[in-house]
């Protein structure tokens, strides 16, 4: 190293010790010359941070076998510490837990210096590519703690960290109903959904307004599924095809109608929805005109 360390570095190094950990470099990274602790954490002090996605059965298991299979751990996680005896890792949750399964003694991890950082990294959390409920529970979770410690400040603030507007939205609806429609509303939202200048308390409360405003389309919709099932009808992309037909949104539009009455006008769409013209093979052709590539 060509300087010394700054305090705050040599403080959490010495709290890594007292912990039972051990550090074996304190370095600074190439792109903003930050410093950072490369260390051995004691596993028992380190946990998933509390605003991330839930853990995937399947990917641990499967990341368990290689490392099994490997016979070595090479990856270390990424980790902040919010106060001294606990380590937060925001970005190798499914790695951590693996280490879990195997009760090793310490867990190899980059130690960030400065907790805050804690919300920024977990954008670039890519051990697991995100489905879009992992995603959305993610960001209500970072937003439920960032309106208690930076109360003041804005969704836009955050604009970053949350990544899309959307995302918050189908978050509130998620942790009602983990089985939500989200991919079907997913697109109407993308469009119409914003970023709030409210402060994240009162935004909280806002985005209580919206999701309900979501739940009652996603009412209506499930209504005309129903009445759809009594005709015989039933495909895994029934409710996109009703939504793409319903919807107020249009690709033409160039003036888009606000959150409120788009999905005001979706559920009267909605309502209103003739099911006696729906055929069973538009729905297909639909589908497959629709898959990814």
Known sequence: MAKEPSREAQA?????????????????????????????????????????RDLSPTHVKRLTEAVRRL??????????????????????NHRRAVLDKLRVDTVPAILVVEPEVLFEVLPLNV?????????SLEVIRMYR?????????????????????????????????????????????????????????????????????????????????????KRGITHPYVKNYVLARTTPLTRARKTLPSFEQTFRRLRDSLEAFDVTRVRYDEIQ??????APE
């Open 12 to 52: 959490l190094a010495a709290q890594v010790e007292r912990d039972g950990g051990r550090v074996l470099a304190v370095y600074q990274e190439p792109v903003g010359g930050h410093w950072q602790l490369f260390c051995l954490l004691p596993r028992a002090k380190c946990e998933a941070s509390p605003y991330q």
């Open 71 to 92: 016979d070595r751990f090479v990856d270390p996680i990424v980790a902040v510490s919010p106060r001294g005896g606990i380590y937060w890792t925001p970005n190798g």
């Open 127 to 135: 051990e697991k590519a995100h489905n879009l409920k992992e995603k």
């Open 145 to 229: 703690a960032l309106a208690k410690e930076e109360p003041q400040s804005t969704e836009e603030a955050w604009a970053f960290q949350f990544e899309s507007p959307h995302f918050v939205t189908l978050g509130l609806l998620y942790e009602e109903n983990k089985r939500f429609a989200g991919g079907a509303f997913a697109p109407i939202l993308r469009r119409v959904d914003r970023f709030l200048k409210l402060t994240l308390t009162k935004g909280l409360e806002a985005r209580e307004e919206r999701a309900d405003r979501v739940r009652e389309a996603d009412e209506a919709l499930g209504a005309v599924v129903a009445k759809l099932r």
């Open 285 to 290: 052709r639909s589908a497959i005109m629709g």
